[in-house]
Nanobody
């Protein structure tokens, strides 16, 4: 059974940085397509970033493109989302999701993932 656990969220000032982690158990991340999503109160969930099974393709949503970087660490079975230049409007619960097939494209971020974590809260405020 694949399980995903997010960590790394918290309170950060505008302009600050956070690195979110998505730790997988039950399957190696090398064989997983991973996506990061976020949902703010009263808003729809939106795709932030994705990385393909073998890590050869990444995608970024319009809202955070240029400020986030996704990466896979197969040694620790974890996918990271480095977020820089954070803004108050980035405040949301951030989720990672996984699929055992290729979903990630550079042009858009699919919602069609099969496994989801519980989320980690990111609050950007002074």
């Amino acid at each position: 059974q694949l399980q995903l656990v997010e960590s790394g969220g918290g309170l950060v000032q505008p302009g600050g940085s956070l690195r979110l982690a998505c730790a997988a158990s039950g399957l190696t991340v090398y064989w997983l397509d991973i996506g990061w999503f976020r949902q703010a109160p009263g808003k729809e969930r939106e795709g932030v970033s994705c990385i393909s099974l073998t890590g050869d393709n990444t995608g970024y949503g319009d809202s955070m493109r240029g400020r986030v970087t996704i990466s896979k660490d197969t040694a620790n079975n974890t996918v990271y989302l480095q977020m820089n230049s954070l803004k108050p409007e980035d405040t949301a619960v951030y989720y990672c999701a996984a699929a055992r097939r290729r979903l990630c494209r550079s042009t858009d971020i699919s919602n069609d993932y099969d496994y989801w974590g519980q989320g980690t809260q990111v609050t950007v405020s002074s």
